[in-house]
């Protein structure tokens, strides 16, 4: 291969991820601005809502739960070594609204959710029913996509809540009931060292932007897949792999932002 057929590739490669970067973005703000609207029908993202969030519900509190669990096991033989045993639960709490709880229910979503959405939407595209729409003068970003960003931007959060409470309560389980650690010394460390703004509001900000991530991308992948069976399948897995390290990216720079200032 000359010199001039490597540069010829590399700048179709640069032009066509700049033109996919385009498209996304020009995306993101339509949806972004059609957000007011969907309020506006709020029956579709509240369905949007149930199907999204309600359905993940049962992986998010059983994976909560046993994530707590193990907090519980590592975080006393750990704390044990310095005879702060008592500290459980202001380490499990921690560990859940600042860093797990976010972190962990975007992956879980992602699997889920996420999936689900883009093989939704490429199915309809595959069956041609967005371009149907179009033919009627329908919108499908405003009907089909605006009420699913919508709904996964309000899902995401109230369960990461739901993963952060169940995961305190496993830990709880396993430190108080298991192991033995004093139940008032467990409440109060934590209701003494976690801060509602810092610690809390930190943790809400992330499933913020991660619910708004996931559920982009998902949204994404399924609006531009190739209208096939073989399209539809690579645009679900490009879900879960872009998805996940866009969140465990993002996780990092959040963190460094709020925790820096």
Request: charged share 10%; aromatic share 8%.
């Amino acid at each position: 291969m000359s010199g001039v057929d490597l540069l010829a590739r590399l700048g179709t490669a640069v032009r066509a991820g700049l033109s996919d970067i385009g498209e996304a973005t020009r995306l993101l703000g339509r949806l972004l601005l059609l957000m007011p609207a969907a309020l506006g029908r709020f029956r579709l993202v509240s369905d949007q809502i149930f199907f999204l969030g309600n359905y993940s519900l049962a992986i998010i509190s059983v994976s909560g739960l046993f994530v707590g669990f193990v907090l519980g096991l590592q975080g006393y033989y750990t704390l044990q070594r310095y005879g702060s045993s008592e500290a459980l639960g202001l380490l499990v709490a921690l560990s859940l609204v600042r860093e797990l709880g976010p972190v962990v229910t975007a992956l879980l979503f992602a699997g889920r959710a996420g999936t689900a959405l883009t093989a939704e939407i490429g199915l309809m595209k595959s069956g041609e029913q967005l371009a149907a729409m179009e033919m009627m003068a329908v919108d499908p970003v405003q009907r089909v996509l605006a009420p699913r960003f919508l709904g996964g931007l309000i899902a995401m959060p109230l369960l990461a809540a739901v993963f952060s409470a169940v995961g305190i309560v496993g830990g709880w389980a396993v430190g108080v009931l298991l192991i033995g650690v004093d139940a008032g010394a467990f409440w109060s460390q934590m209701q003494g060292g976690v801060d509602v703004f810092r610690d809390v509001g930190n943790g809400v900000i992330k499933s913020v932007v991660f619910g708004l991530t996931v559920t982009f991308v998902a949204l994404l992948q399924g609006y531009g897949c190739q209208p096939t069976p073989e399209g539809v399948a690579r645009a679900t897995t490009r879900t879960v792999v872009v998805s996940s390290l866009a969140v465990l990216g993002l996780d990092f720079v959040l963190t460094a932002l709020m925790f820096s200032i």
